[in-house]
């Protein structure tokens, strides 16, 4: 008896603690080319198997964030050979993708501008191991997500209370610094426009100063004979 | 070039215009901060017009192309994104610079005896700028366009007798899609724009009829030197140009600002669910409208009843219209009337309030002072017959007062 | 003061006010700053006009050699253009030599090719020509006609342009006499490393149409 409530009590605290959405918590990396390039390279490798940025193309890389034409062939380009002109979409077919998956995993390009790159953060981070789910895997943020933790490898596998039931190749802080690169990158693709809006909008905003200044002058000069 | 000039004069009245309307039309030497307004809105019109045509370039109305049209523009087309973000910006600031422009209006009383015609204008210029909005903010087809489109031809489907039939055709289809986007872009690109430019030779027209007030309101042409010209007036040109081009040179920082560091406005100029594509299954999590229209949505939300909702929606668009005859006090700027400088002040901070409440999520504990602030709009109105009679007023100088 | 001076001073222009060259400087400085600052705008919207990632990403074809067995082509729209490959037999190699002394240009001396195709072939592999199908004279599409004497008695096999009735041999190389110009353009191609397919990149730049 005594046992079966104990059992039942677990459960509800297991279904709060599962129930609890934790706070979003923001990337603990800058918005910057190297971040953003190392977070391509993360997704590339983890996530462009299944997640198309479709409005990203290849060759958009090398002019952005400074990726030599080799590069984004060797690191970037998924499947190989796909054309650098085109968009960053995988091979999985959107059919084979729901068989697999339950829903197609969703084309990620605006993700960071739909949710905000602290979401995609938190996200990244709360997944647990969760037995009746049949991916194995459940999701702290977004409950019954149809993802699996595929960073797994690197970040590790926690249980529903949170605690760390198998180490993956990086430390959590290691860890962390990847999946806010991949983070950074989704926000730069949601907008790429940033980067060059941060290179000439000092450019443009000292011109229009300087012409207010200037036009203002020019005011005060003909005003003088007004009393 | 003076011979050139001559020329054209004989053919065309180049100088008599010119003349006319900047070297020897005279304005108010007195004219402060609120006066920047007309002119700017004249610029934001003119930004719109030629970043618009460039997006149509691009930009393909139906329900599957759409969205990725716009995103096309974002991604694809050279400079995609700053022609983009300039239309986004400029339709945001559009309504900056004109609720301020209203707002000189009603605090200088500029819609009084003989400027009732330029005010009705004024409004009817604001009306359609409205509508302009709502047809622009339908086009990109993300999810709050879709869902904005539903709901403003929702409320047009409940006007009596003839709703169901004008939603009809506002929609061309049972609901939004293909045959919604194509005329939408009729209507955005082409209907609307020329009746804008129409309505603003006109306001312009009637403004050179009957001259500029000024913040004190009182009739510069009432004092004449011997010339023939007033008194208390400097030429337009140079004076007032040289002046606009430094309102112009502050209002292109802001514009610059807003387009290099925060286009999106944190969700205010460009919606965060409108990046997602529409969707006739899923209604976003949270509607809101642009902010522009926020306060009429608080109105209507505050109202228990549809019919009745939508007719105080109407009534409060309608309002500004009638306020050259509800003003019954002789004295135009609320300088001399404390009691209107009062009023206008609560009437604004009410706007704000409806405009805030607006855009939260409809929550049942925001009805009650939604509530309160509906019955303040209206107040200002049906008050100002009344206390405009009654107020007190400071004694009106003869002439400008010196600054 | 009086009035009516401070009044003359403003309009009328023989009386200069006491900063004209102040005046006349910071306008022109306003002037000047304005029109470069529209120039540096008017260039980017002008721009946003070019043609846009996508449609340069389509600029270049693929066309899979494979299944067009000797003798017969395959035409593929390629930048809005029909574009034909043709399978040559070594028969059909034998008639360019044969017809060379009733060409306008038989050695190709007009760039209507690249350079690497300055041939009698007009192509990289003698079998495959990879040709712009499109008529000098007037942008029709002339029509493939391989088979011995089918627009002649004497004709050995090329292209019919069914407009204006140009002729050319199975090179694309015209016929004098004919109203067409120029040979057809040679676009810029490569064939795939296992030579199972032709990649179509640019037109020649030197090459016209029509």
């Known amino acids: 008896m005594i046992a079966r409530l104990a059992a039942l009590l677990l459960a509800v605290i297991a279904v709060h603690a599962a129930a609890q959405t934790p706070p979003l918590v923001a990337p603990p990396v800058a918005f910057n080319r190297a971040t953003i390039r190392r977070g391509a390279q993360w997704f590339a490798q983890y996530?462009?198997?299944?997640?198309?940025?479709?409005?990203?193309?290849?060759?958009?890389?090398?002019?952005?964030?400074?990726?030599?034409?080799?590069?984004?062939?060797?690191?970037?380009?998924?499947?190989?050979?796909?054309?650098?002109?085109?968009?960053?979409?995988?091979?999985?077919?959107?059919k084979d993708a729901t068989a697999w998956f339950g829903v197609a995993p969703p084309?990620?390009?605006?993700?960071?501008?739909?949710?905000?790159?602290a979401w995609i953060y938190t996200y990244l981070r709360s997944f647990y191991f969760d037995p009746t789910r049949p991916s194995g895997w459940n999701n702290r943020l977004f409950p019954n997500a149809a993802m699996p933790n595929v960073l797994a490898p690197i970040s590790g596998v926690e249980n529903a209370k949170g605690r760390l039931i198998q180490r993956g190749r990086l430390t959590p802080k290691q860890a962390d610094q990847v999946i806010g690169a991949i983070t950074v990158w989704l926000e730069y693709t949601s907008d790429p426009s940033k980067l060059e809006r941060e290179r000439l909008g000092p450019y443009a905003l000292g011109f229009v100063v300087l012409f207010a200044v200037v036009a203002y002058l020019m005011k005060r000069a003909y005003w003088r004979d007004v009393s | 070039m003076g011979r050139l000039t001559a020329w054209v004069d004989r053919r065309f009245p180049f100088s008599v215009l010119v003349r006319t309307s900047m070297t020897e039309y005279y304005a108010p030497k007195n004219f402060n901060f609120w006066y920047f307004f007309g002119s700017l809105a004249l610029l934001v019109f003119a930004t719109q017009i030629i970043s618009g045509i460039l997006l149509l370039a691009h930009y393909q109305p139906s329900a599957k192309a759409a969205f990725n049209s716009v995103q096309s523009i974002m991604y694809d087309v050279k400079w995609g994104w700053l022609v983009r973000y300039i239309h986004t910006t400029g339709a945001s600031l559009f309504f900056v610079v004109i609720y301020l422009h209203m707002l000189r209006g009603y605090l200088y009383g500029s819609f009084k005896r003989p400027r009732e015609l330029l005010w009705l204008i004024g409004v009817a210029l604001y009306v359609c700028l409205m509508g302009e909005a709502y047809f622009g903010y339908v086009l990109p087809f993300g999810n709050m366009s879709y869902w904005g489109g539903q709901v403003i031809t929702s409320i047009i489907a409940a006007i009596p007798y003839v709703g169901g039939w004008l939603?009809?055709?506002?929609?061309?289809?049972?609901?939004?899609?293909?045959?919604?986007?194509?005329?939408?872009?009729?209507?955005?690109?082409?209907?609307?724009?020329?009746?804008?430019?129409?309505?603003?030779?006109?306001?312009?027209?009637?403004?050179?009829?009957?001259?500029?007030?000024?913040?004190?309101?009182v009739e510069i042409r009432e004092h004449l030197d011997a010339r023939g010209q007033p008194v208390d007036g400097i030429p337009f040109h140079p004076y007032y140009t040289v002046k606009d081009m430094f309102g112009v040179?502050?209002?292109?920082?802001?514009?610059?600002?807003?387009?290099?560091?925060?286009?999106?406005?944190h969700g205010l100029f460009i919606e965060t669910y409108n990046f997602s594509p529409a969707n006739p299954l899923k209604t976003p999590p949270e509607i809101t409208p642009a902010w522009y229209l926020a306060p009429y949505y608080a109105m209507l939300r505050a109202v228990p009843n549809k019919a009745v909702g939508i007719g105080i929606l109407f009534a409060a668009i309608i309002a500004p219209f009638l306020l050259p005859w509800l003003d019954h006090n002789p004295v135009k700027s609320s300088r001399y009337r404390p009691v209107y400088r009062w009023m206008v002040i609560v009437f604004v901070l009410t706007l704000v309030a409806l405009g805030w409440i607006g855009m939260q999520p409809a929550i049942p504990a925001l009805l009650p002072p939604a509530r309160i602030l509906l019955a303040l709009y209206f107040l200002f109105f049906l008050s100002l017959p009344i206390v405009s009679r009654l107020e007190p007023t400071r004694p009106v100088p003869e002439r400008i007062s010196a600054s | 003061m009086d009035r009516l001076s401070s009044r003359d001073a403003m309009t009328a222009q023989p009386l200069l006010p006491a900063n004209a060259g102040r005046r006349r400087f910071l306008t022109l400085a306003t002037a000047l700053l304005g029109a470069v600052g529209t120039a540096y705008?008017?260039?980017?919207?002008?721009?946003?006009?070019?043609?846009?990632?996508?449609?340069?990403?389509?600029?270049?074809?693929?066309?899979?050699?494979?299944?067009?067995?000797?003798?017969?082509?395959?035409t593929v729209p390629w930048q809005s253009k029909p574009l034909i490959v043709v399978h040559r037999t070594p028969e059909m190699l034998a008639t360019l030599q044969a017809v060379e002394t009733l060409l306008r240009d038989p050695n190709c001396e007009v760039p209507q090719q690249p350079p690497e195709c300055k041939n009698r072939f007009r192509s990289l592999k003698p079998q495959w020509l990879v040709m712009v199908r499109v008529c000098t004279h007037l942008c029709c599409t002339p029509l493939y006609e391989p088979r011995k004497g089918s627009v002649g008695p004497r004709w050995l096999g090329g292209f019919h342009c069914p407009c204006h009735g140009s002729l050319y041999d199975l090179s694309g190389r015209v016929f004098k006499g004919v109203p067409a110009p120029r040979n057809m353009a040679i676009p810029l191609y490569h064939f795939s490393e296992d030579e199972k397919q032709v990649a179509v990149t640019a037109m020649y730049p030197e090459s016209k149409l029509c």
């Open chain 3, 41 to 74: 705008v008017i260039v980017p919207l002008v721009e946003s006009l070019e043609p846009d990632a996508s449609v340069k990403a389509a600029a270049a074809t693929t066309v899979a050699l494979s299944p067009i067995e000797p003798g017969m082509q395959v």
């Open chain 2, 167 to 217: 939603a009809s055709v506002l929609r061309g289809s049972f609901g939004v899609g293909t045959p919604t986007l194509t005329r939408f872009v009729a209507f955005h690109a082409v209907l609307l724009p020329a009746l804008l430019a129409v309505l603003i030779l006109t306001h312009l027209l009637a403004l050179h009829e009957v001259g500029s007030n000024n913040p004190d309101g």
């Open chain 2, 249 to 265: 040179g502050v209002f292109l920082v802001v514009f610059c600002a807003i387009v290099f560091y925060a286009p999106t406005f």
């Open chain 1, 107 to 117: 084309d990620l390009t605006l993700e960071a501008r739909l949710r905000g790159g």
């Open chain 1, 47 to 94: 996530c462009l198997s299944c997640h198309s940025v479709k409005w990203i193309r290849y060759d958009r890389l090398t002019r952005d964030l400074g990726f030599s034409k080799d590069a984004v062939r060797q690191q970037l380009m998924f499947p190989s050979g796909a054309h650098l002109a085109r968009g960053m979409v995988p091979t999985l077919s959107a």
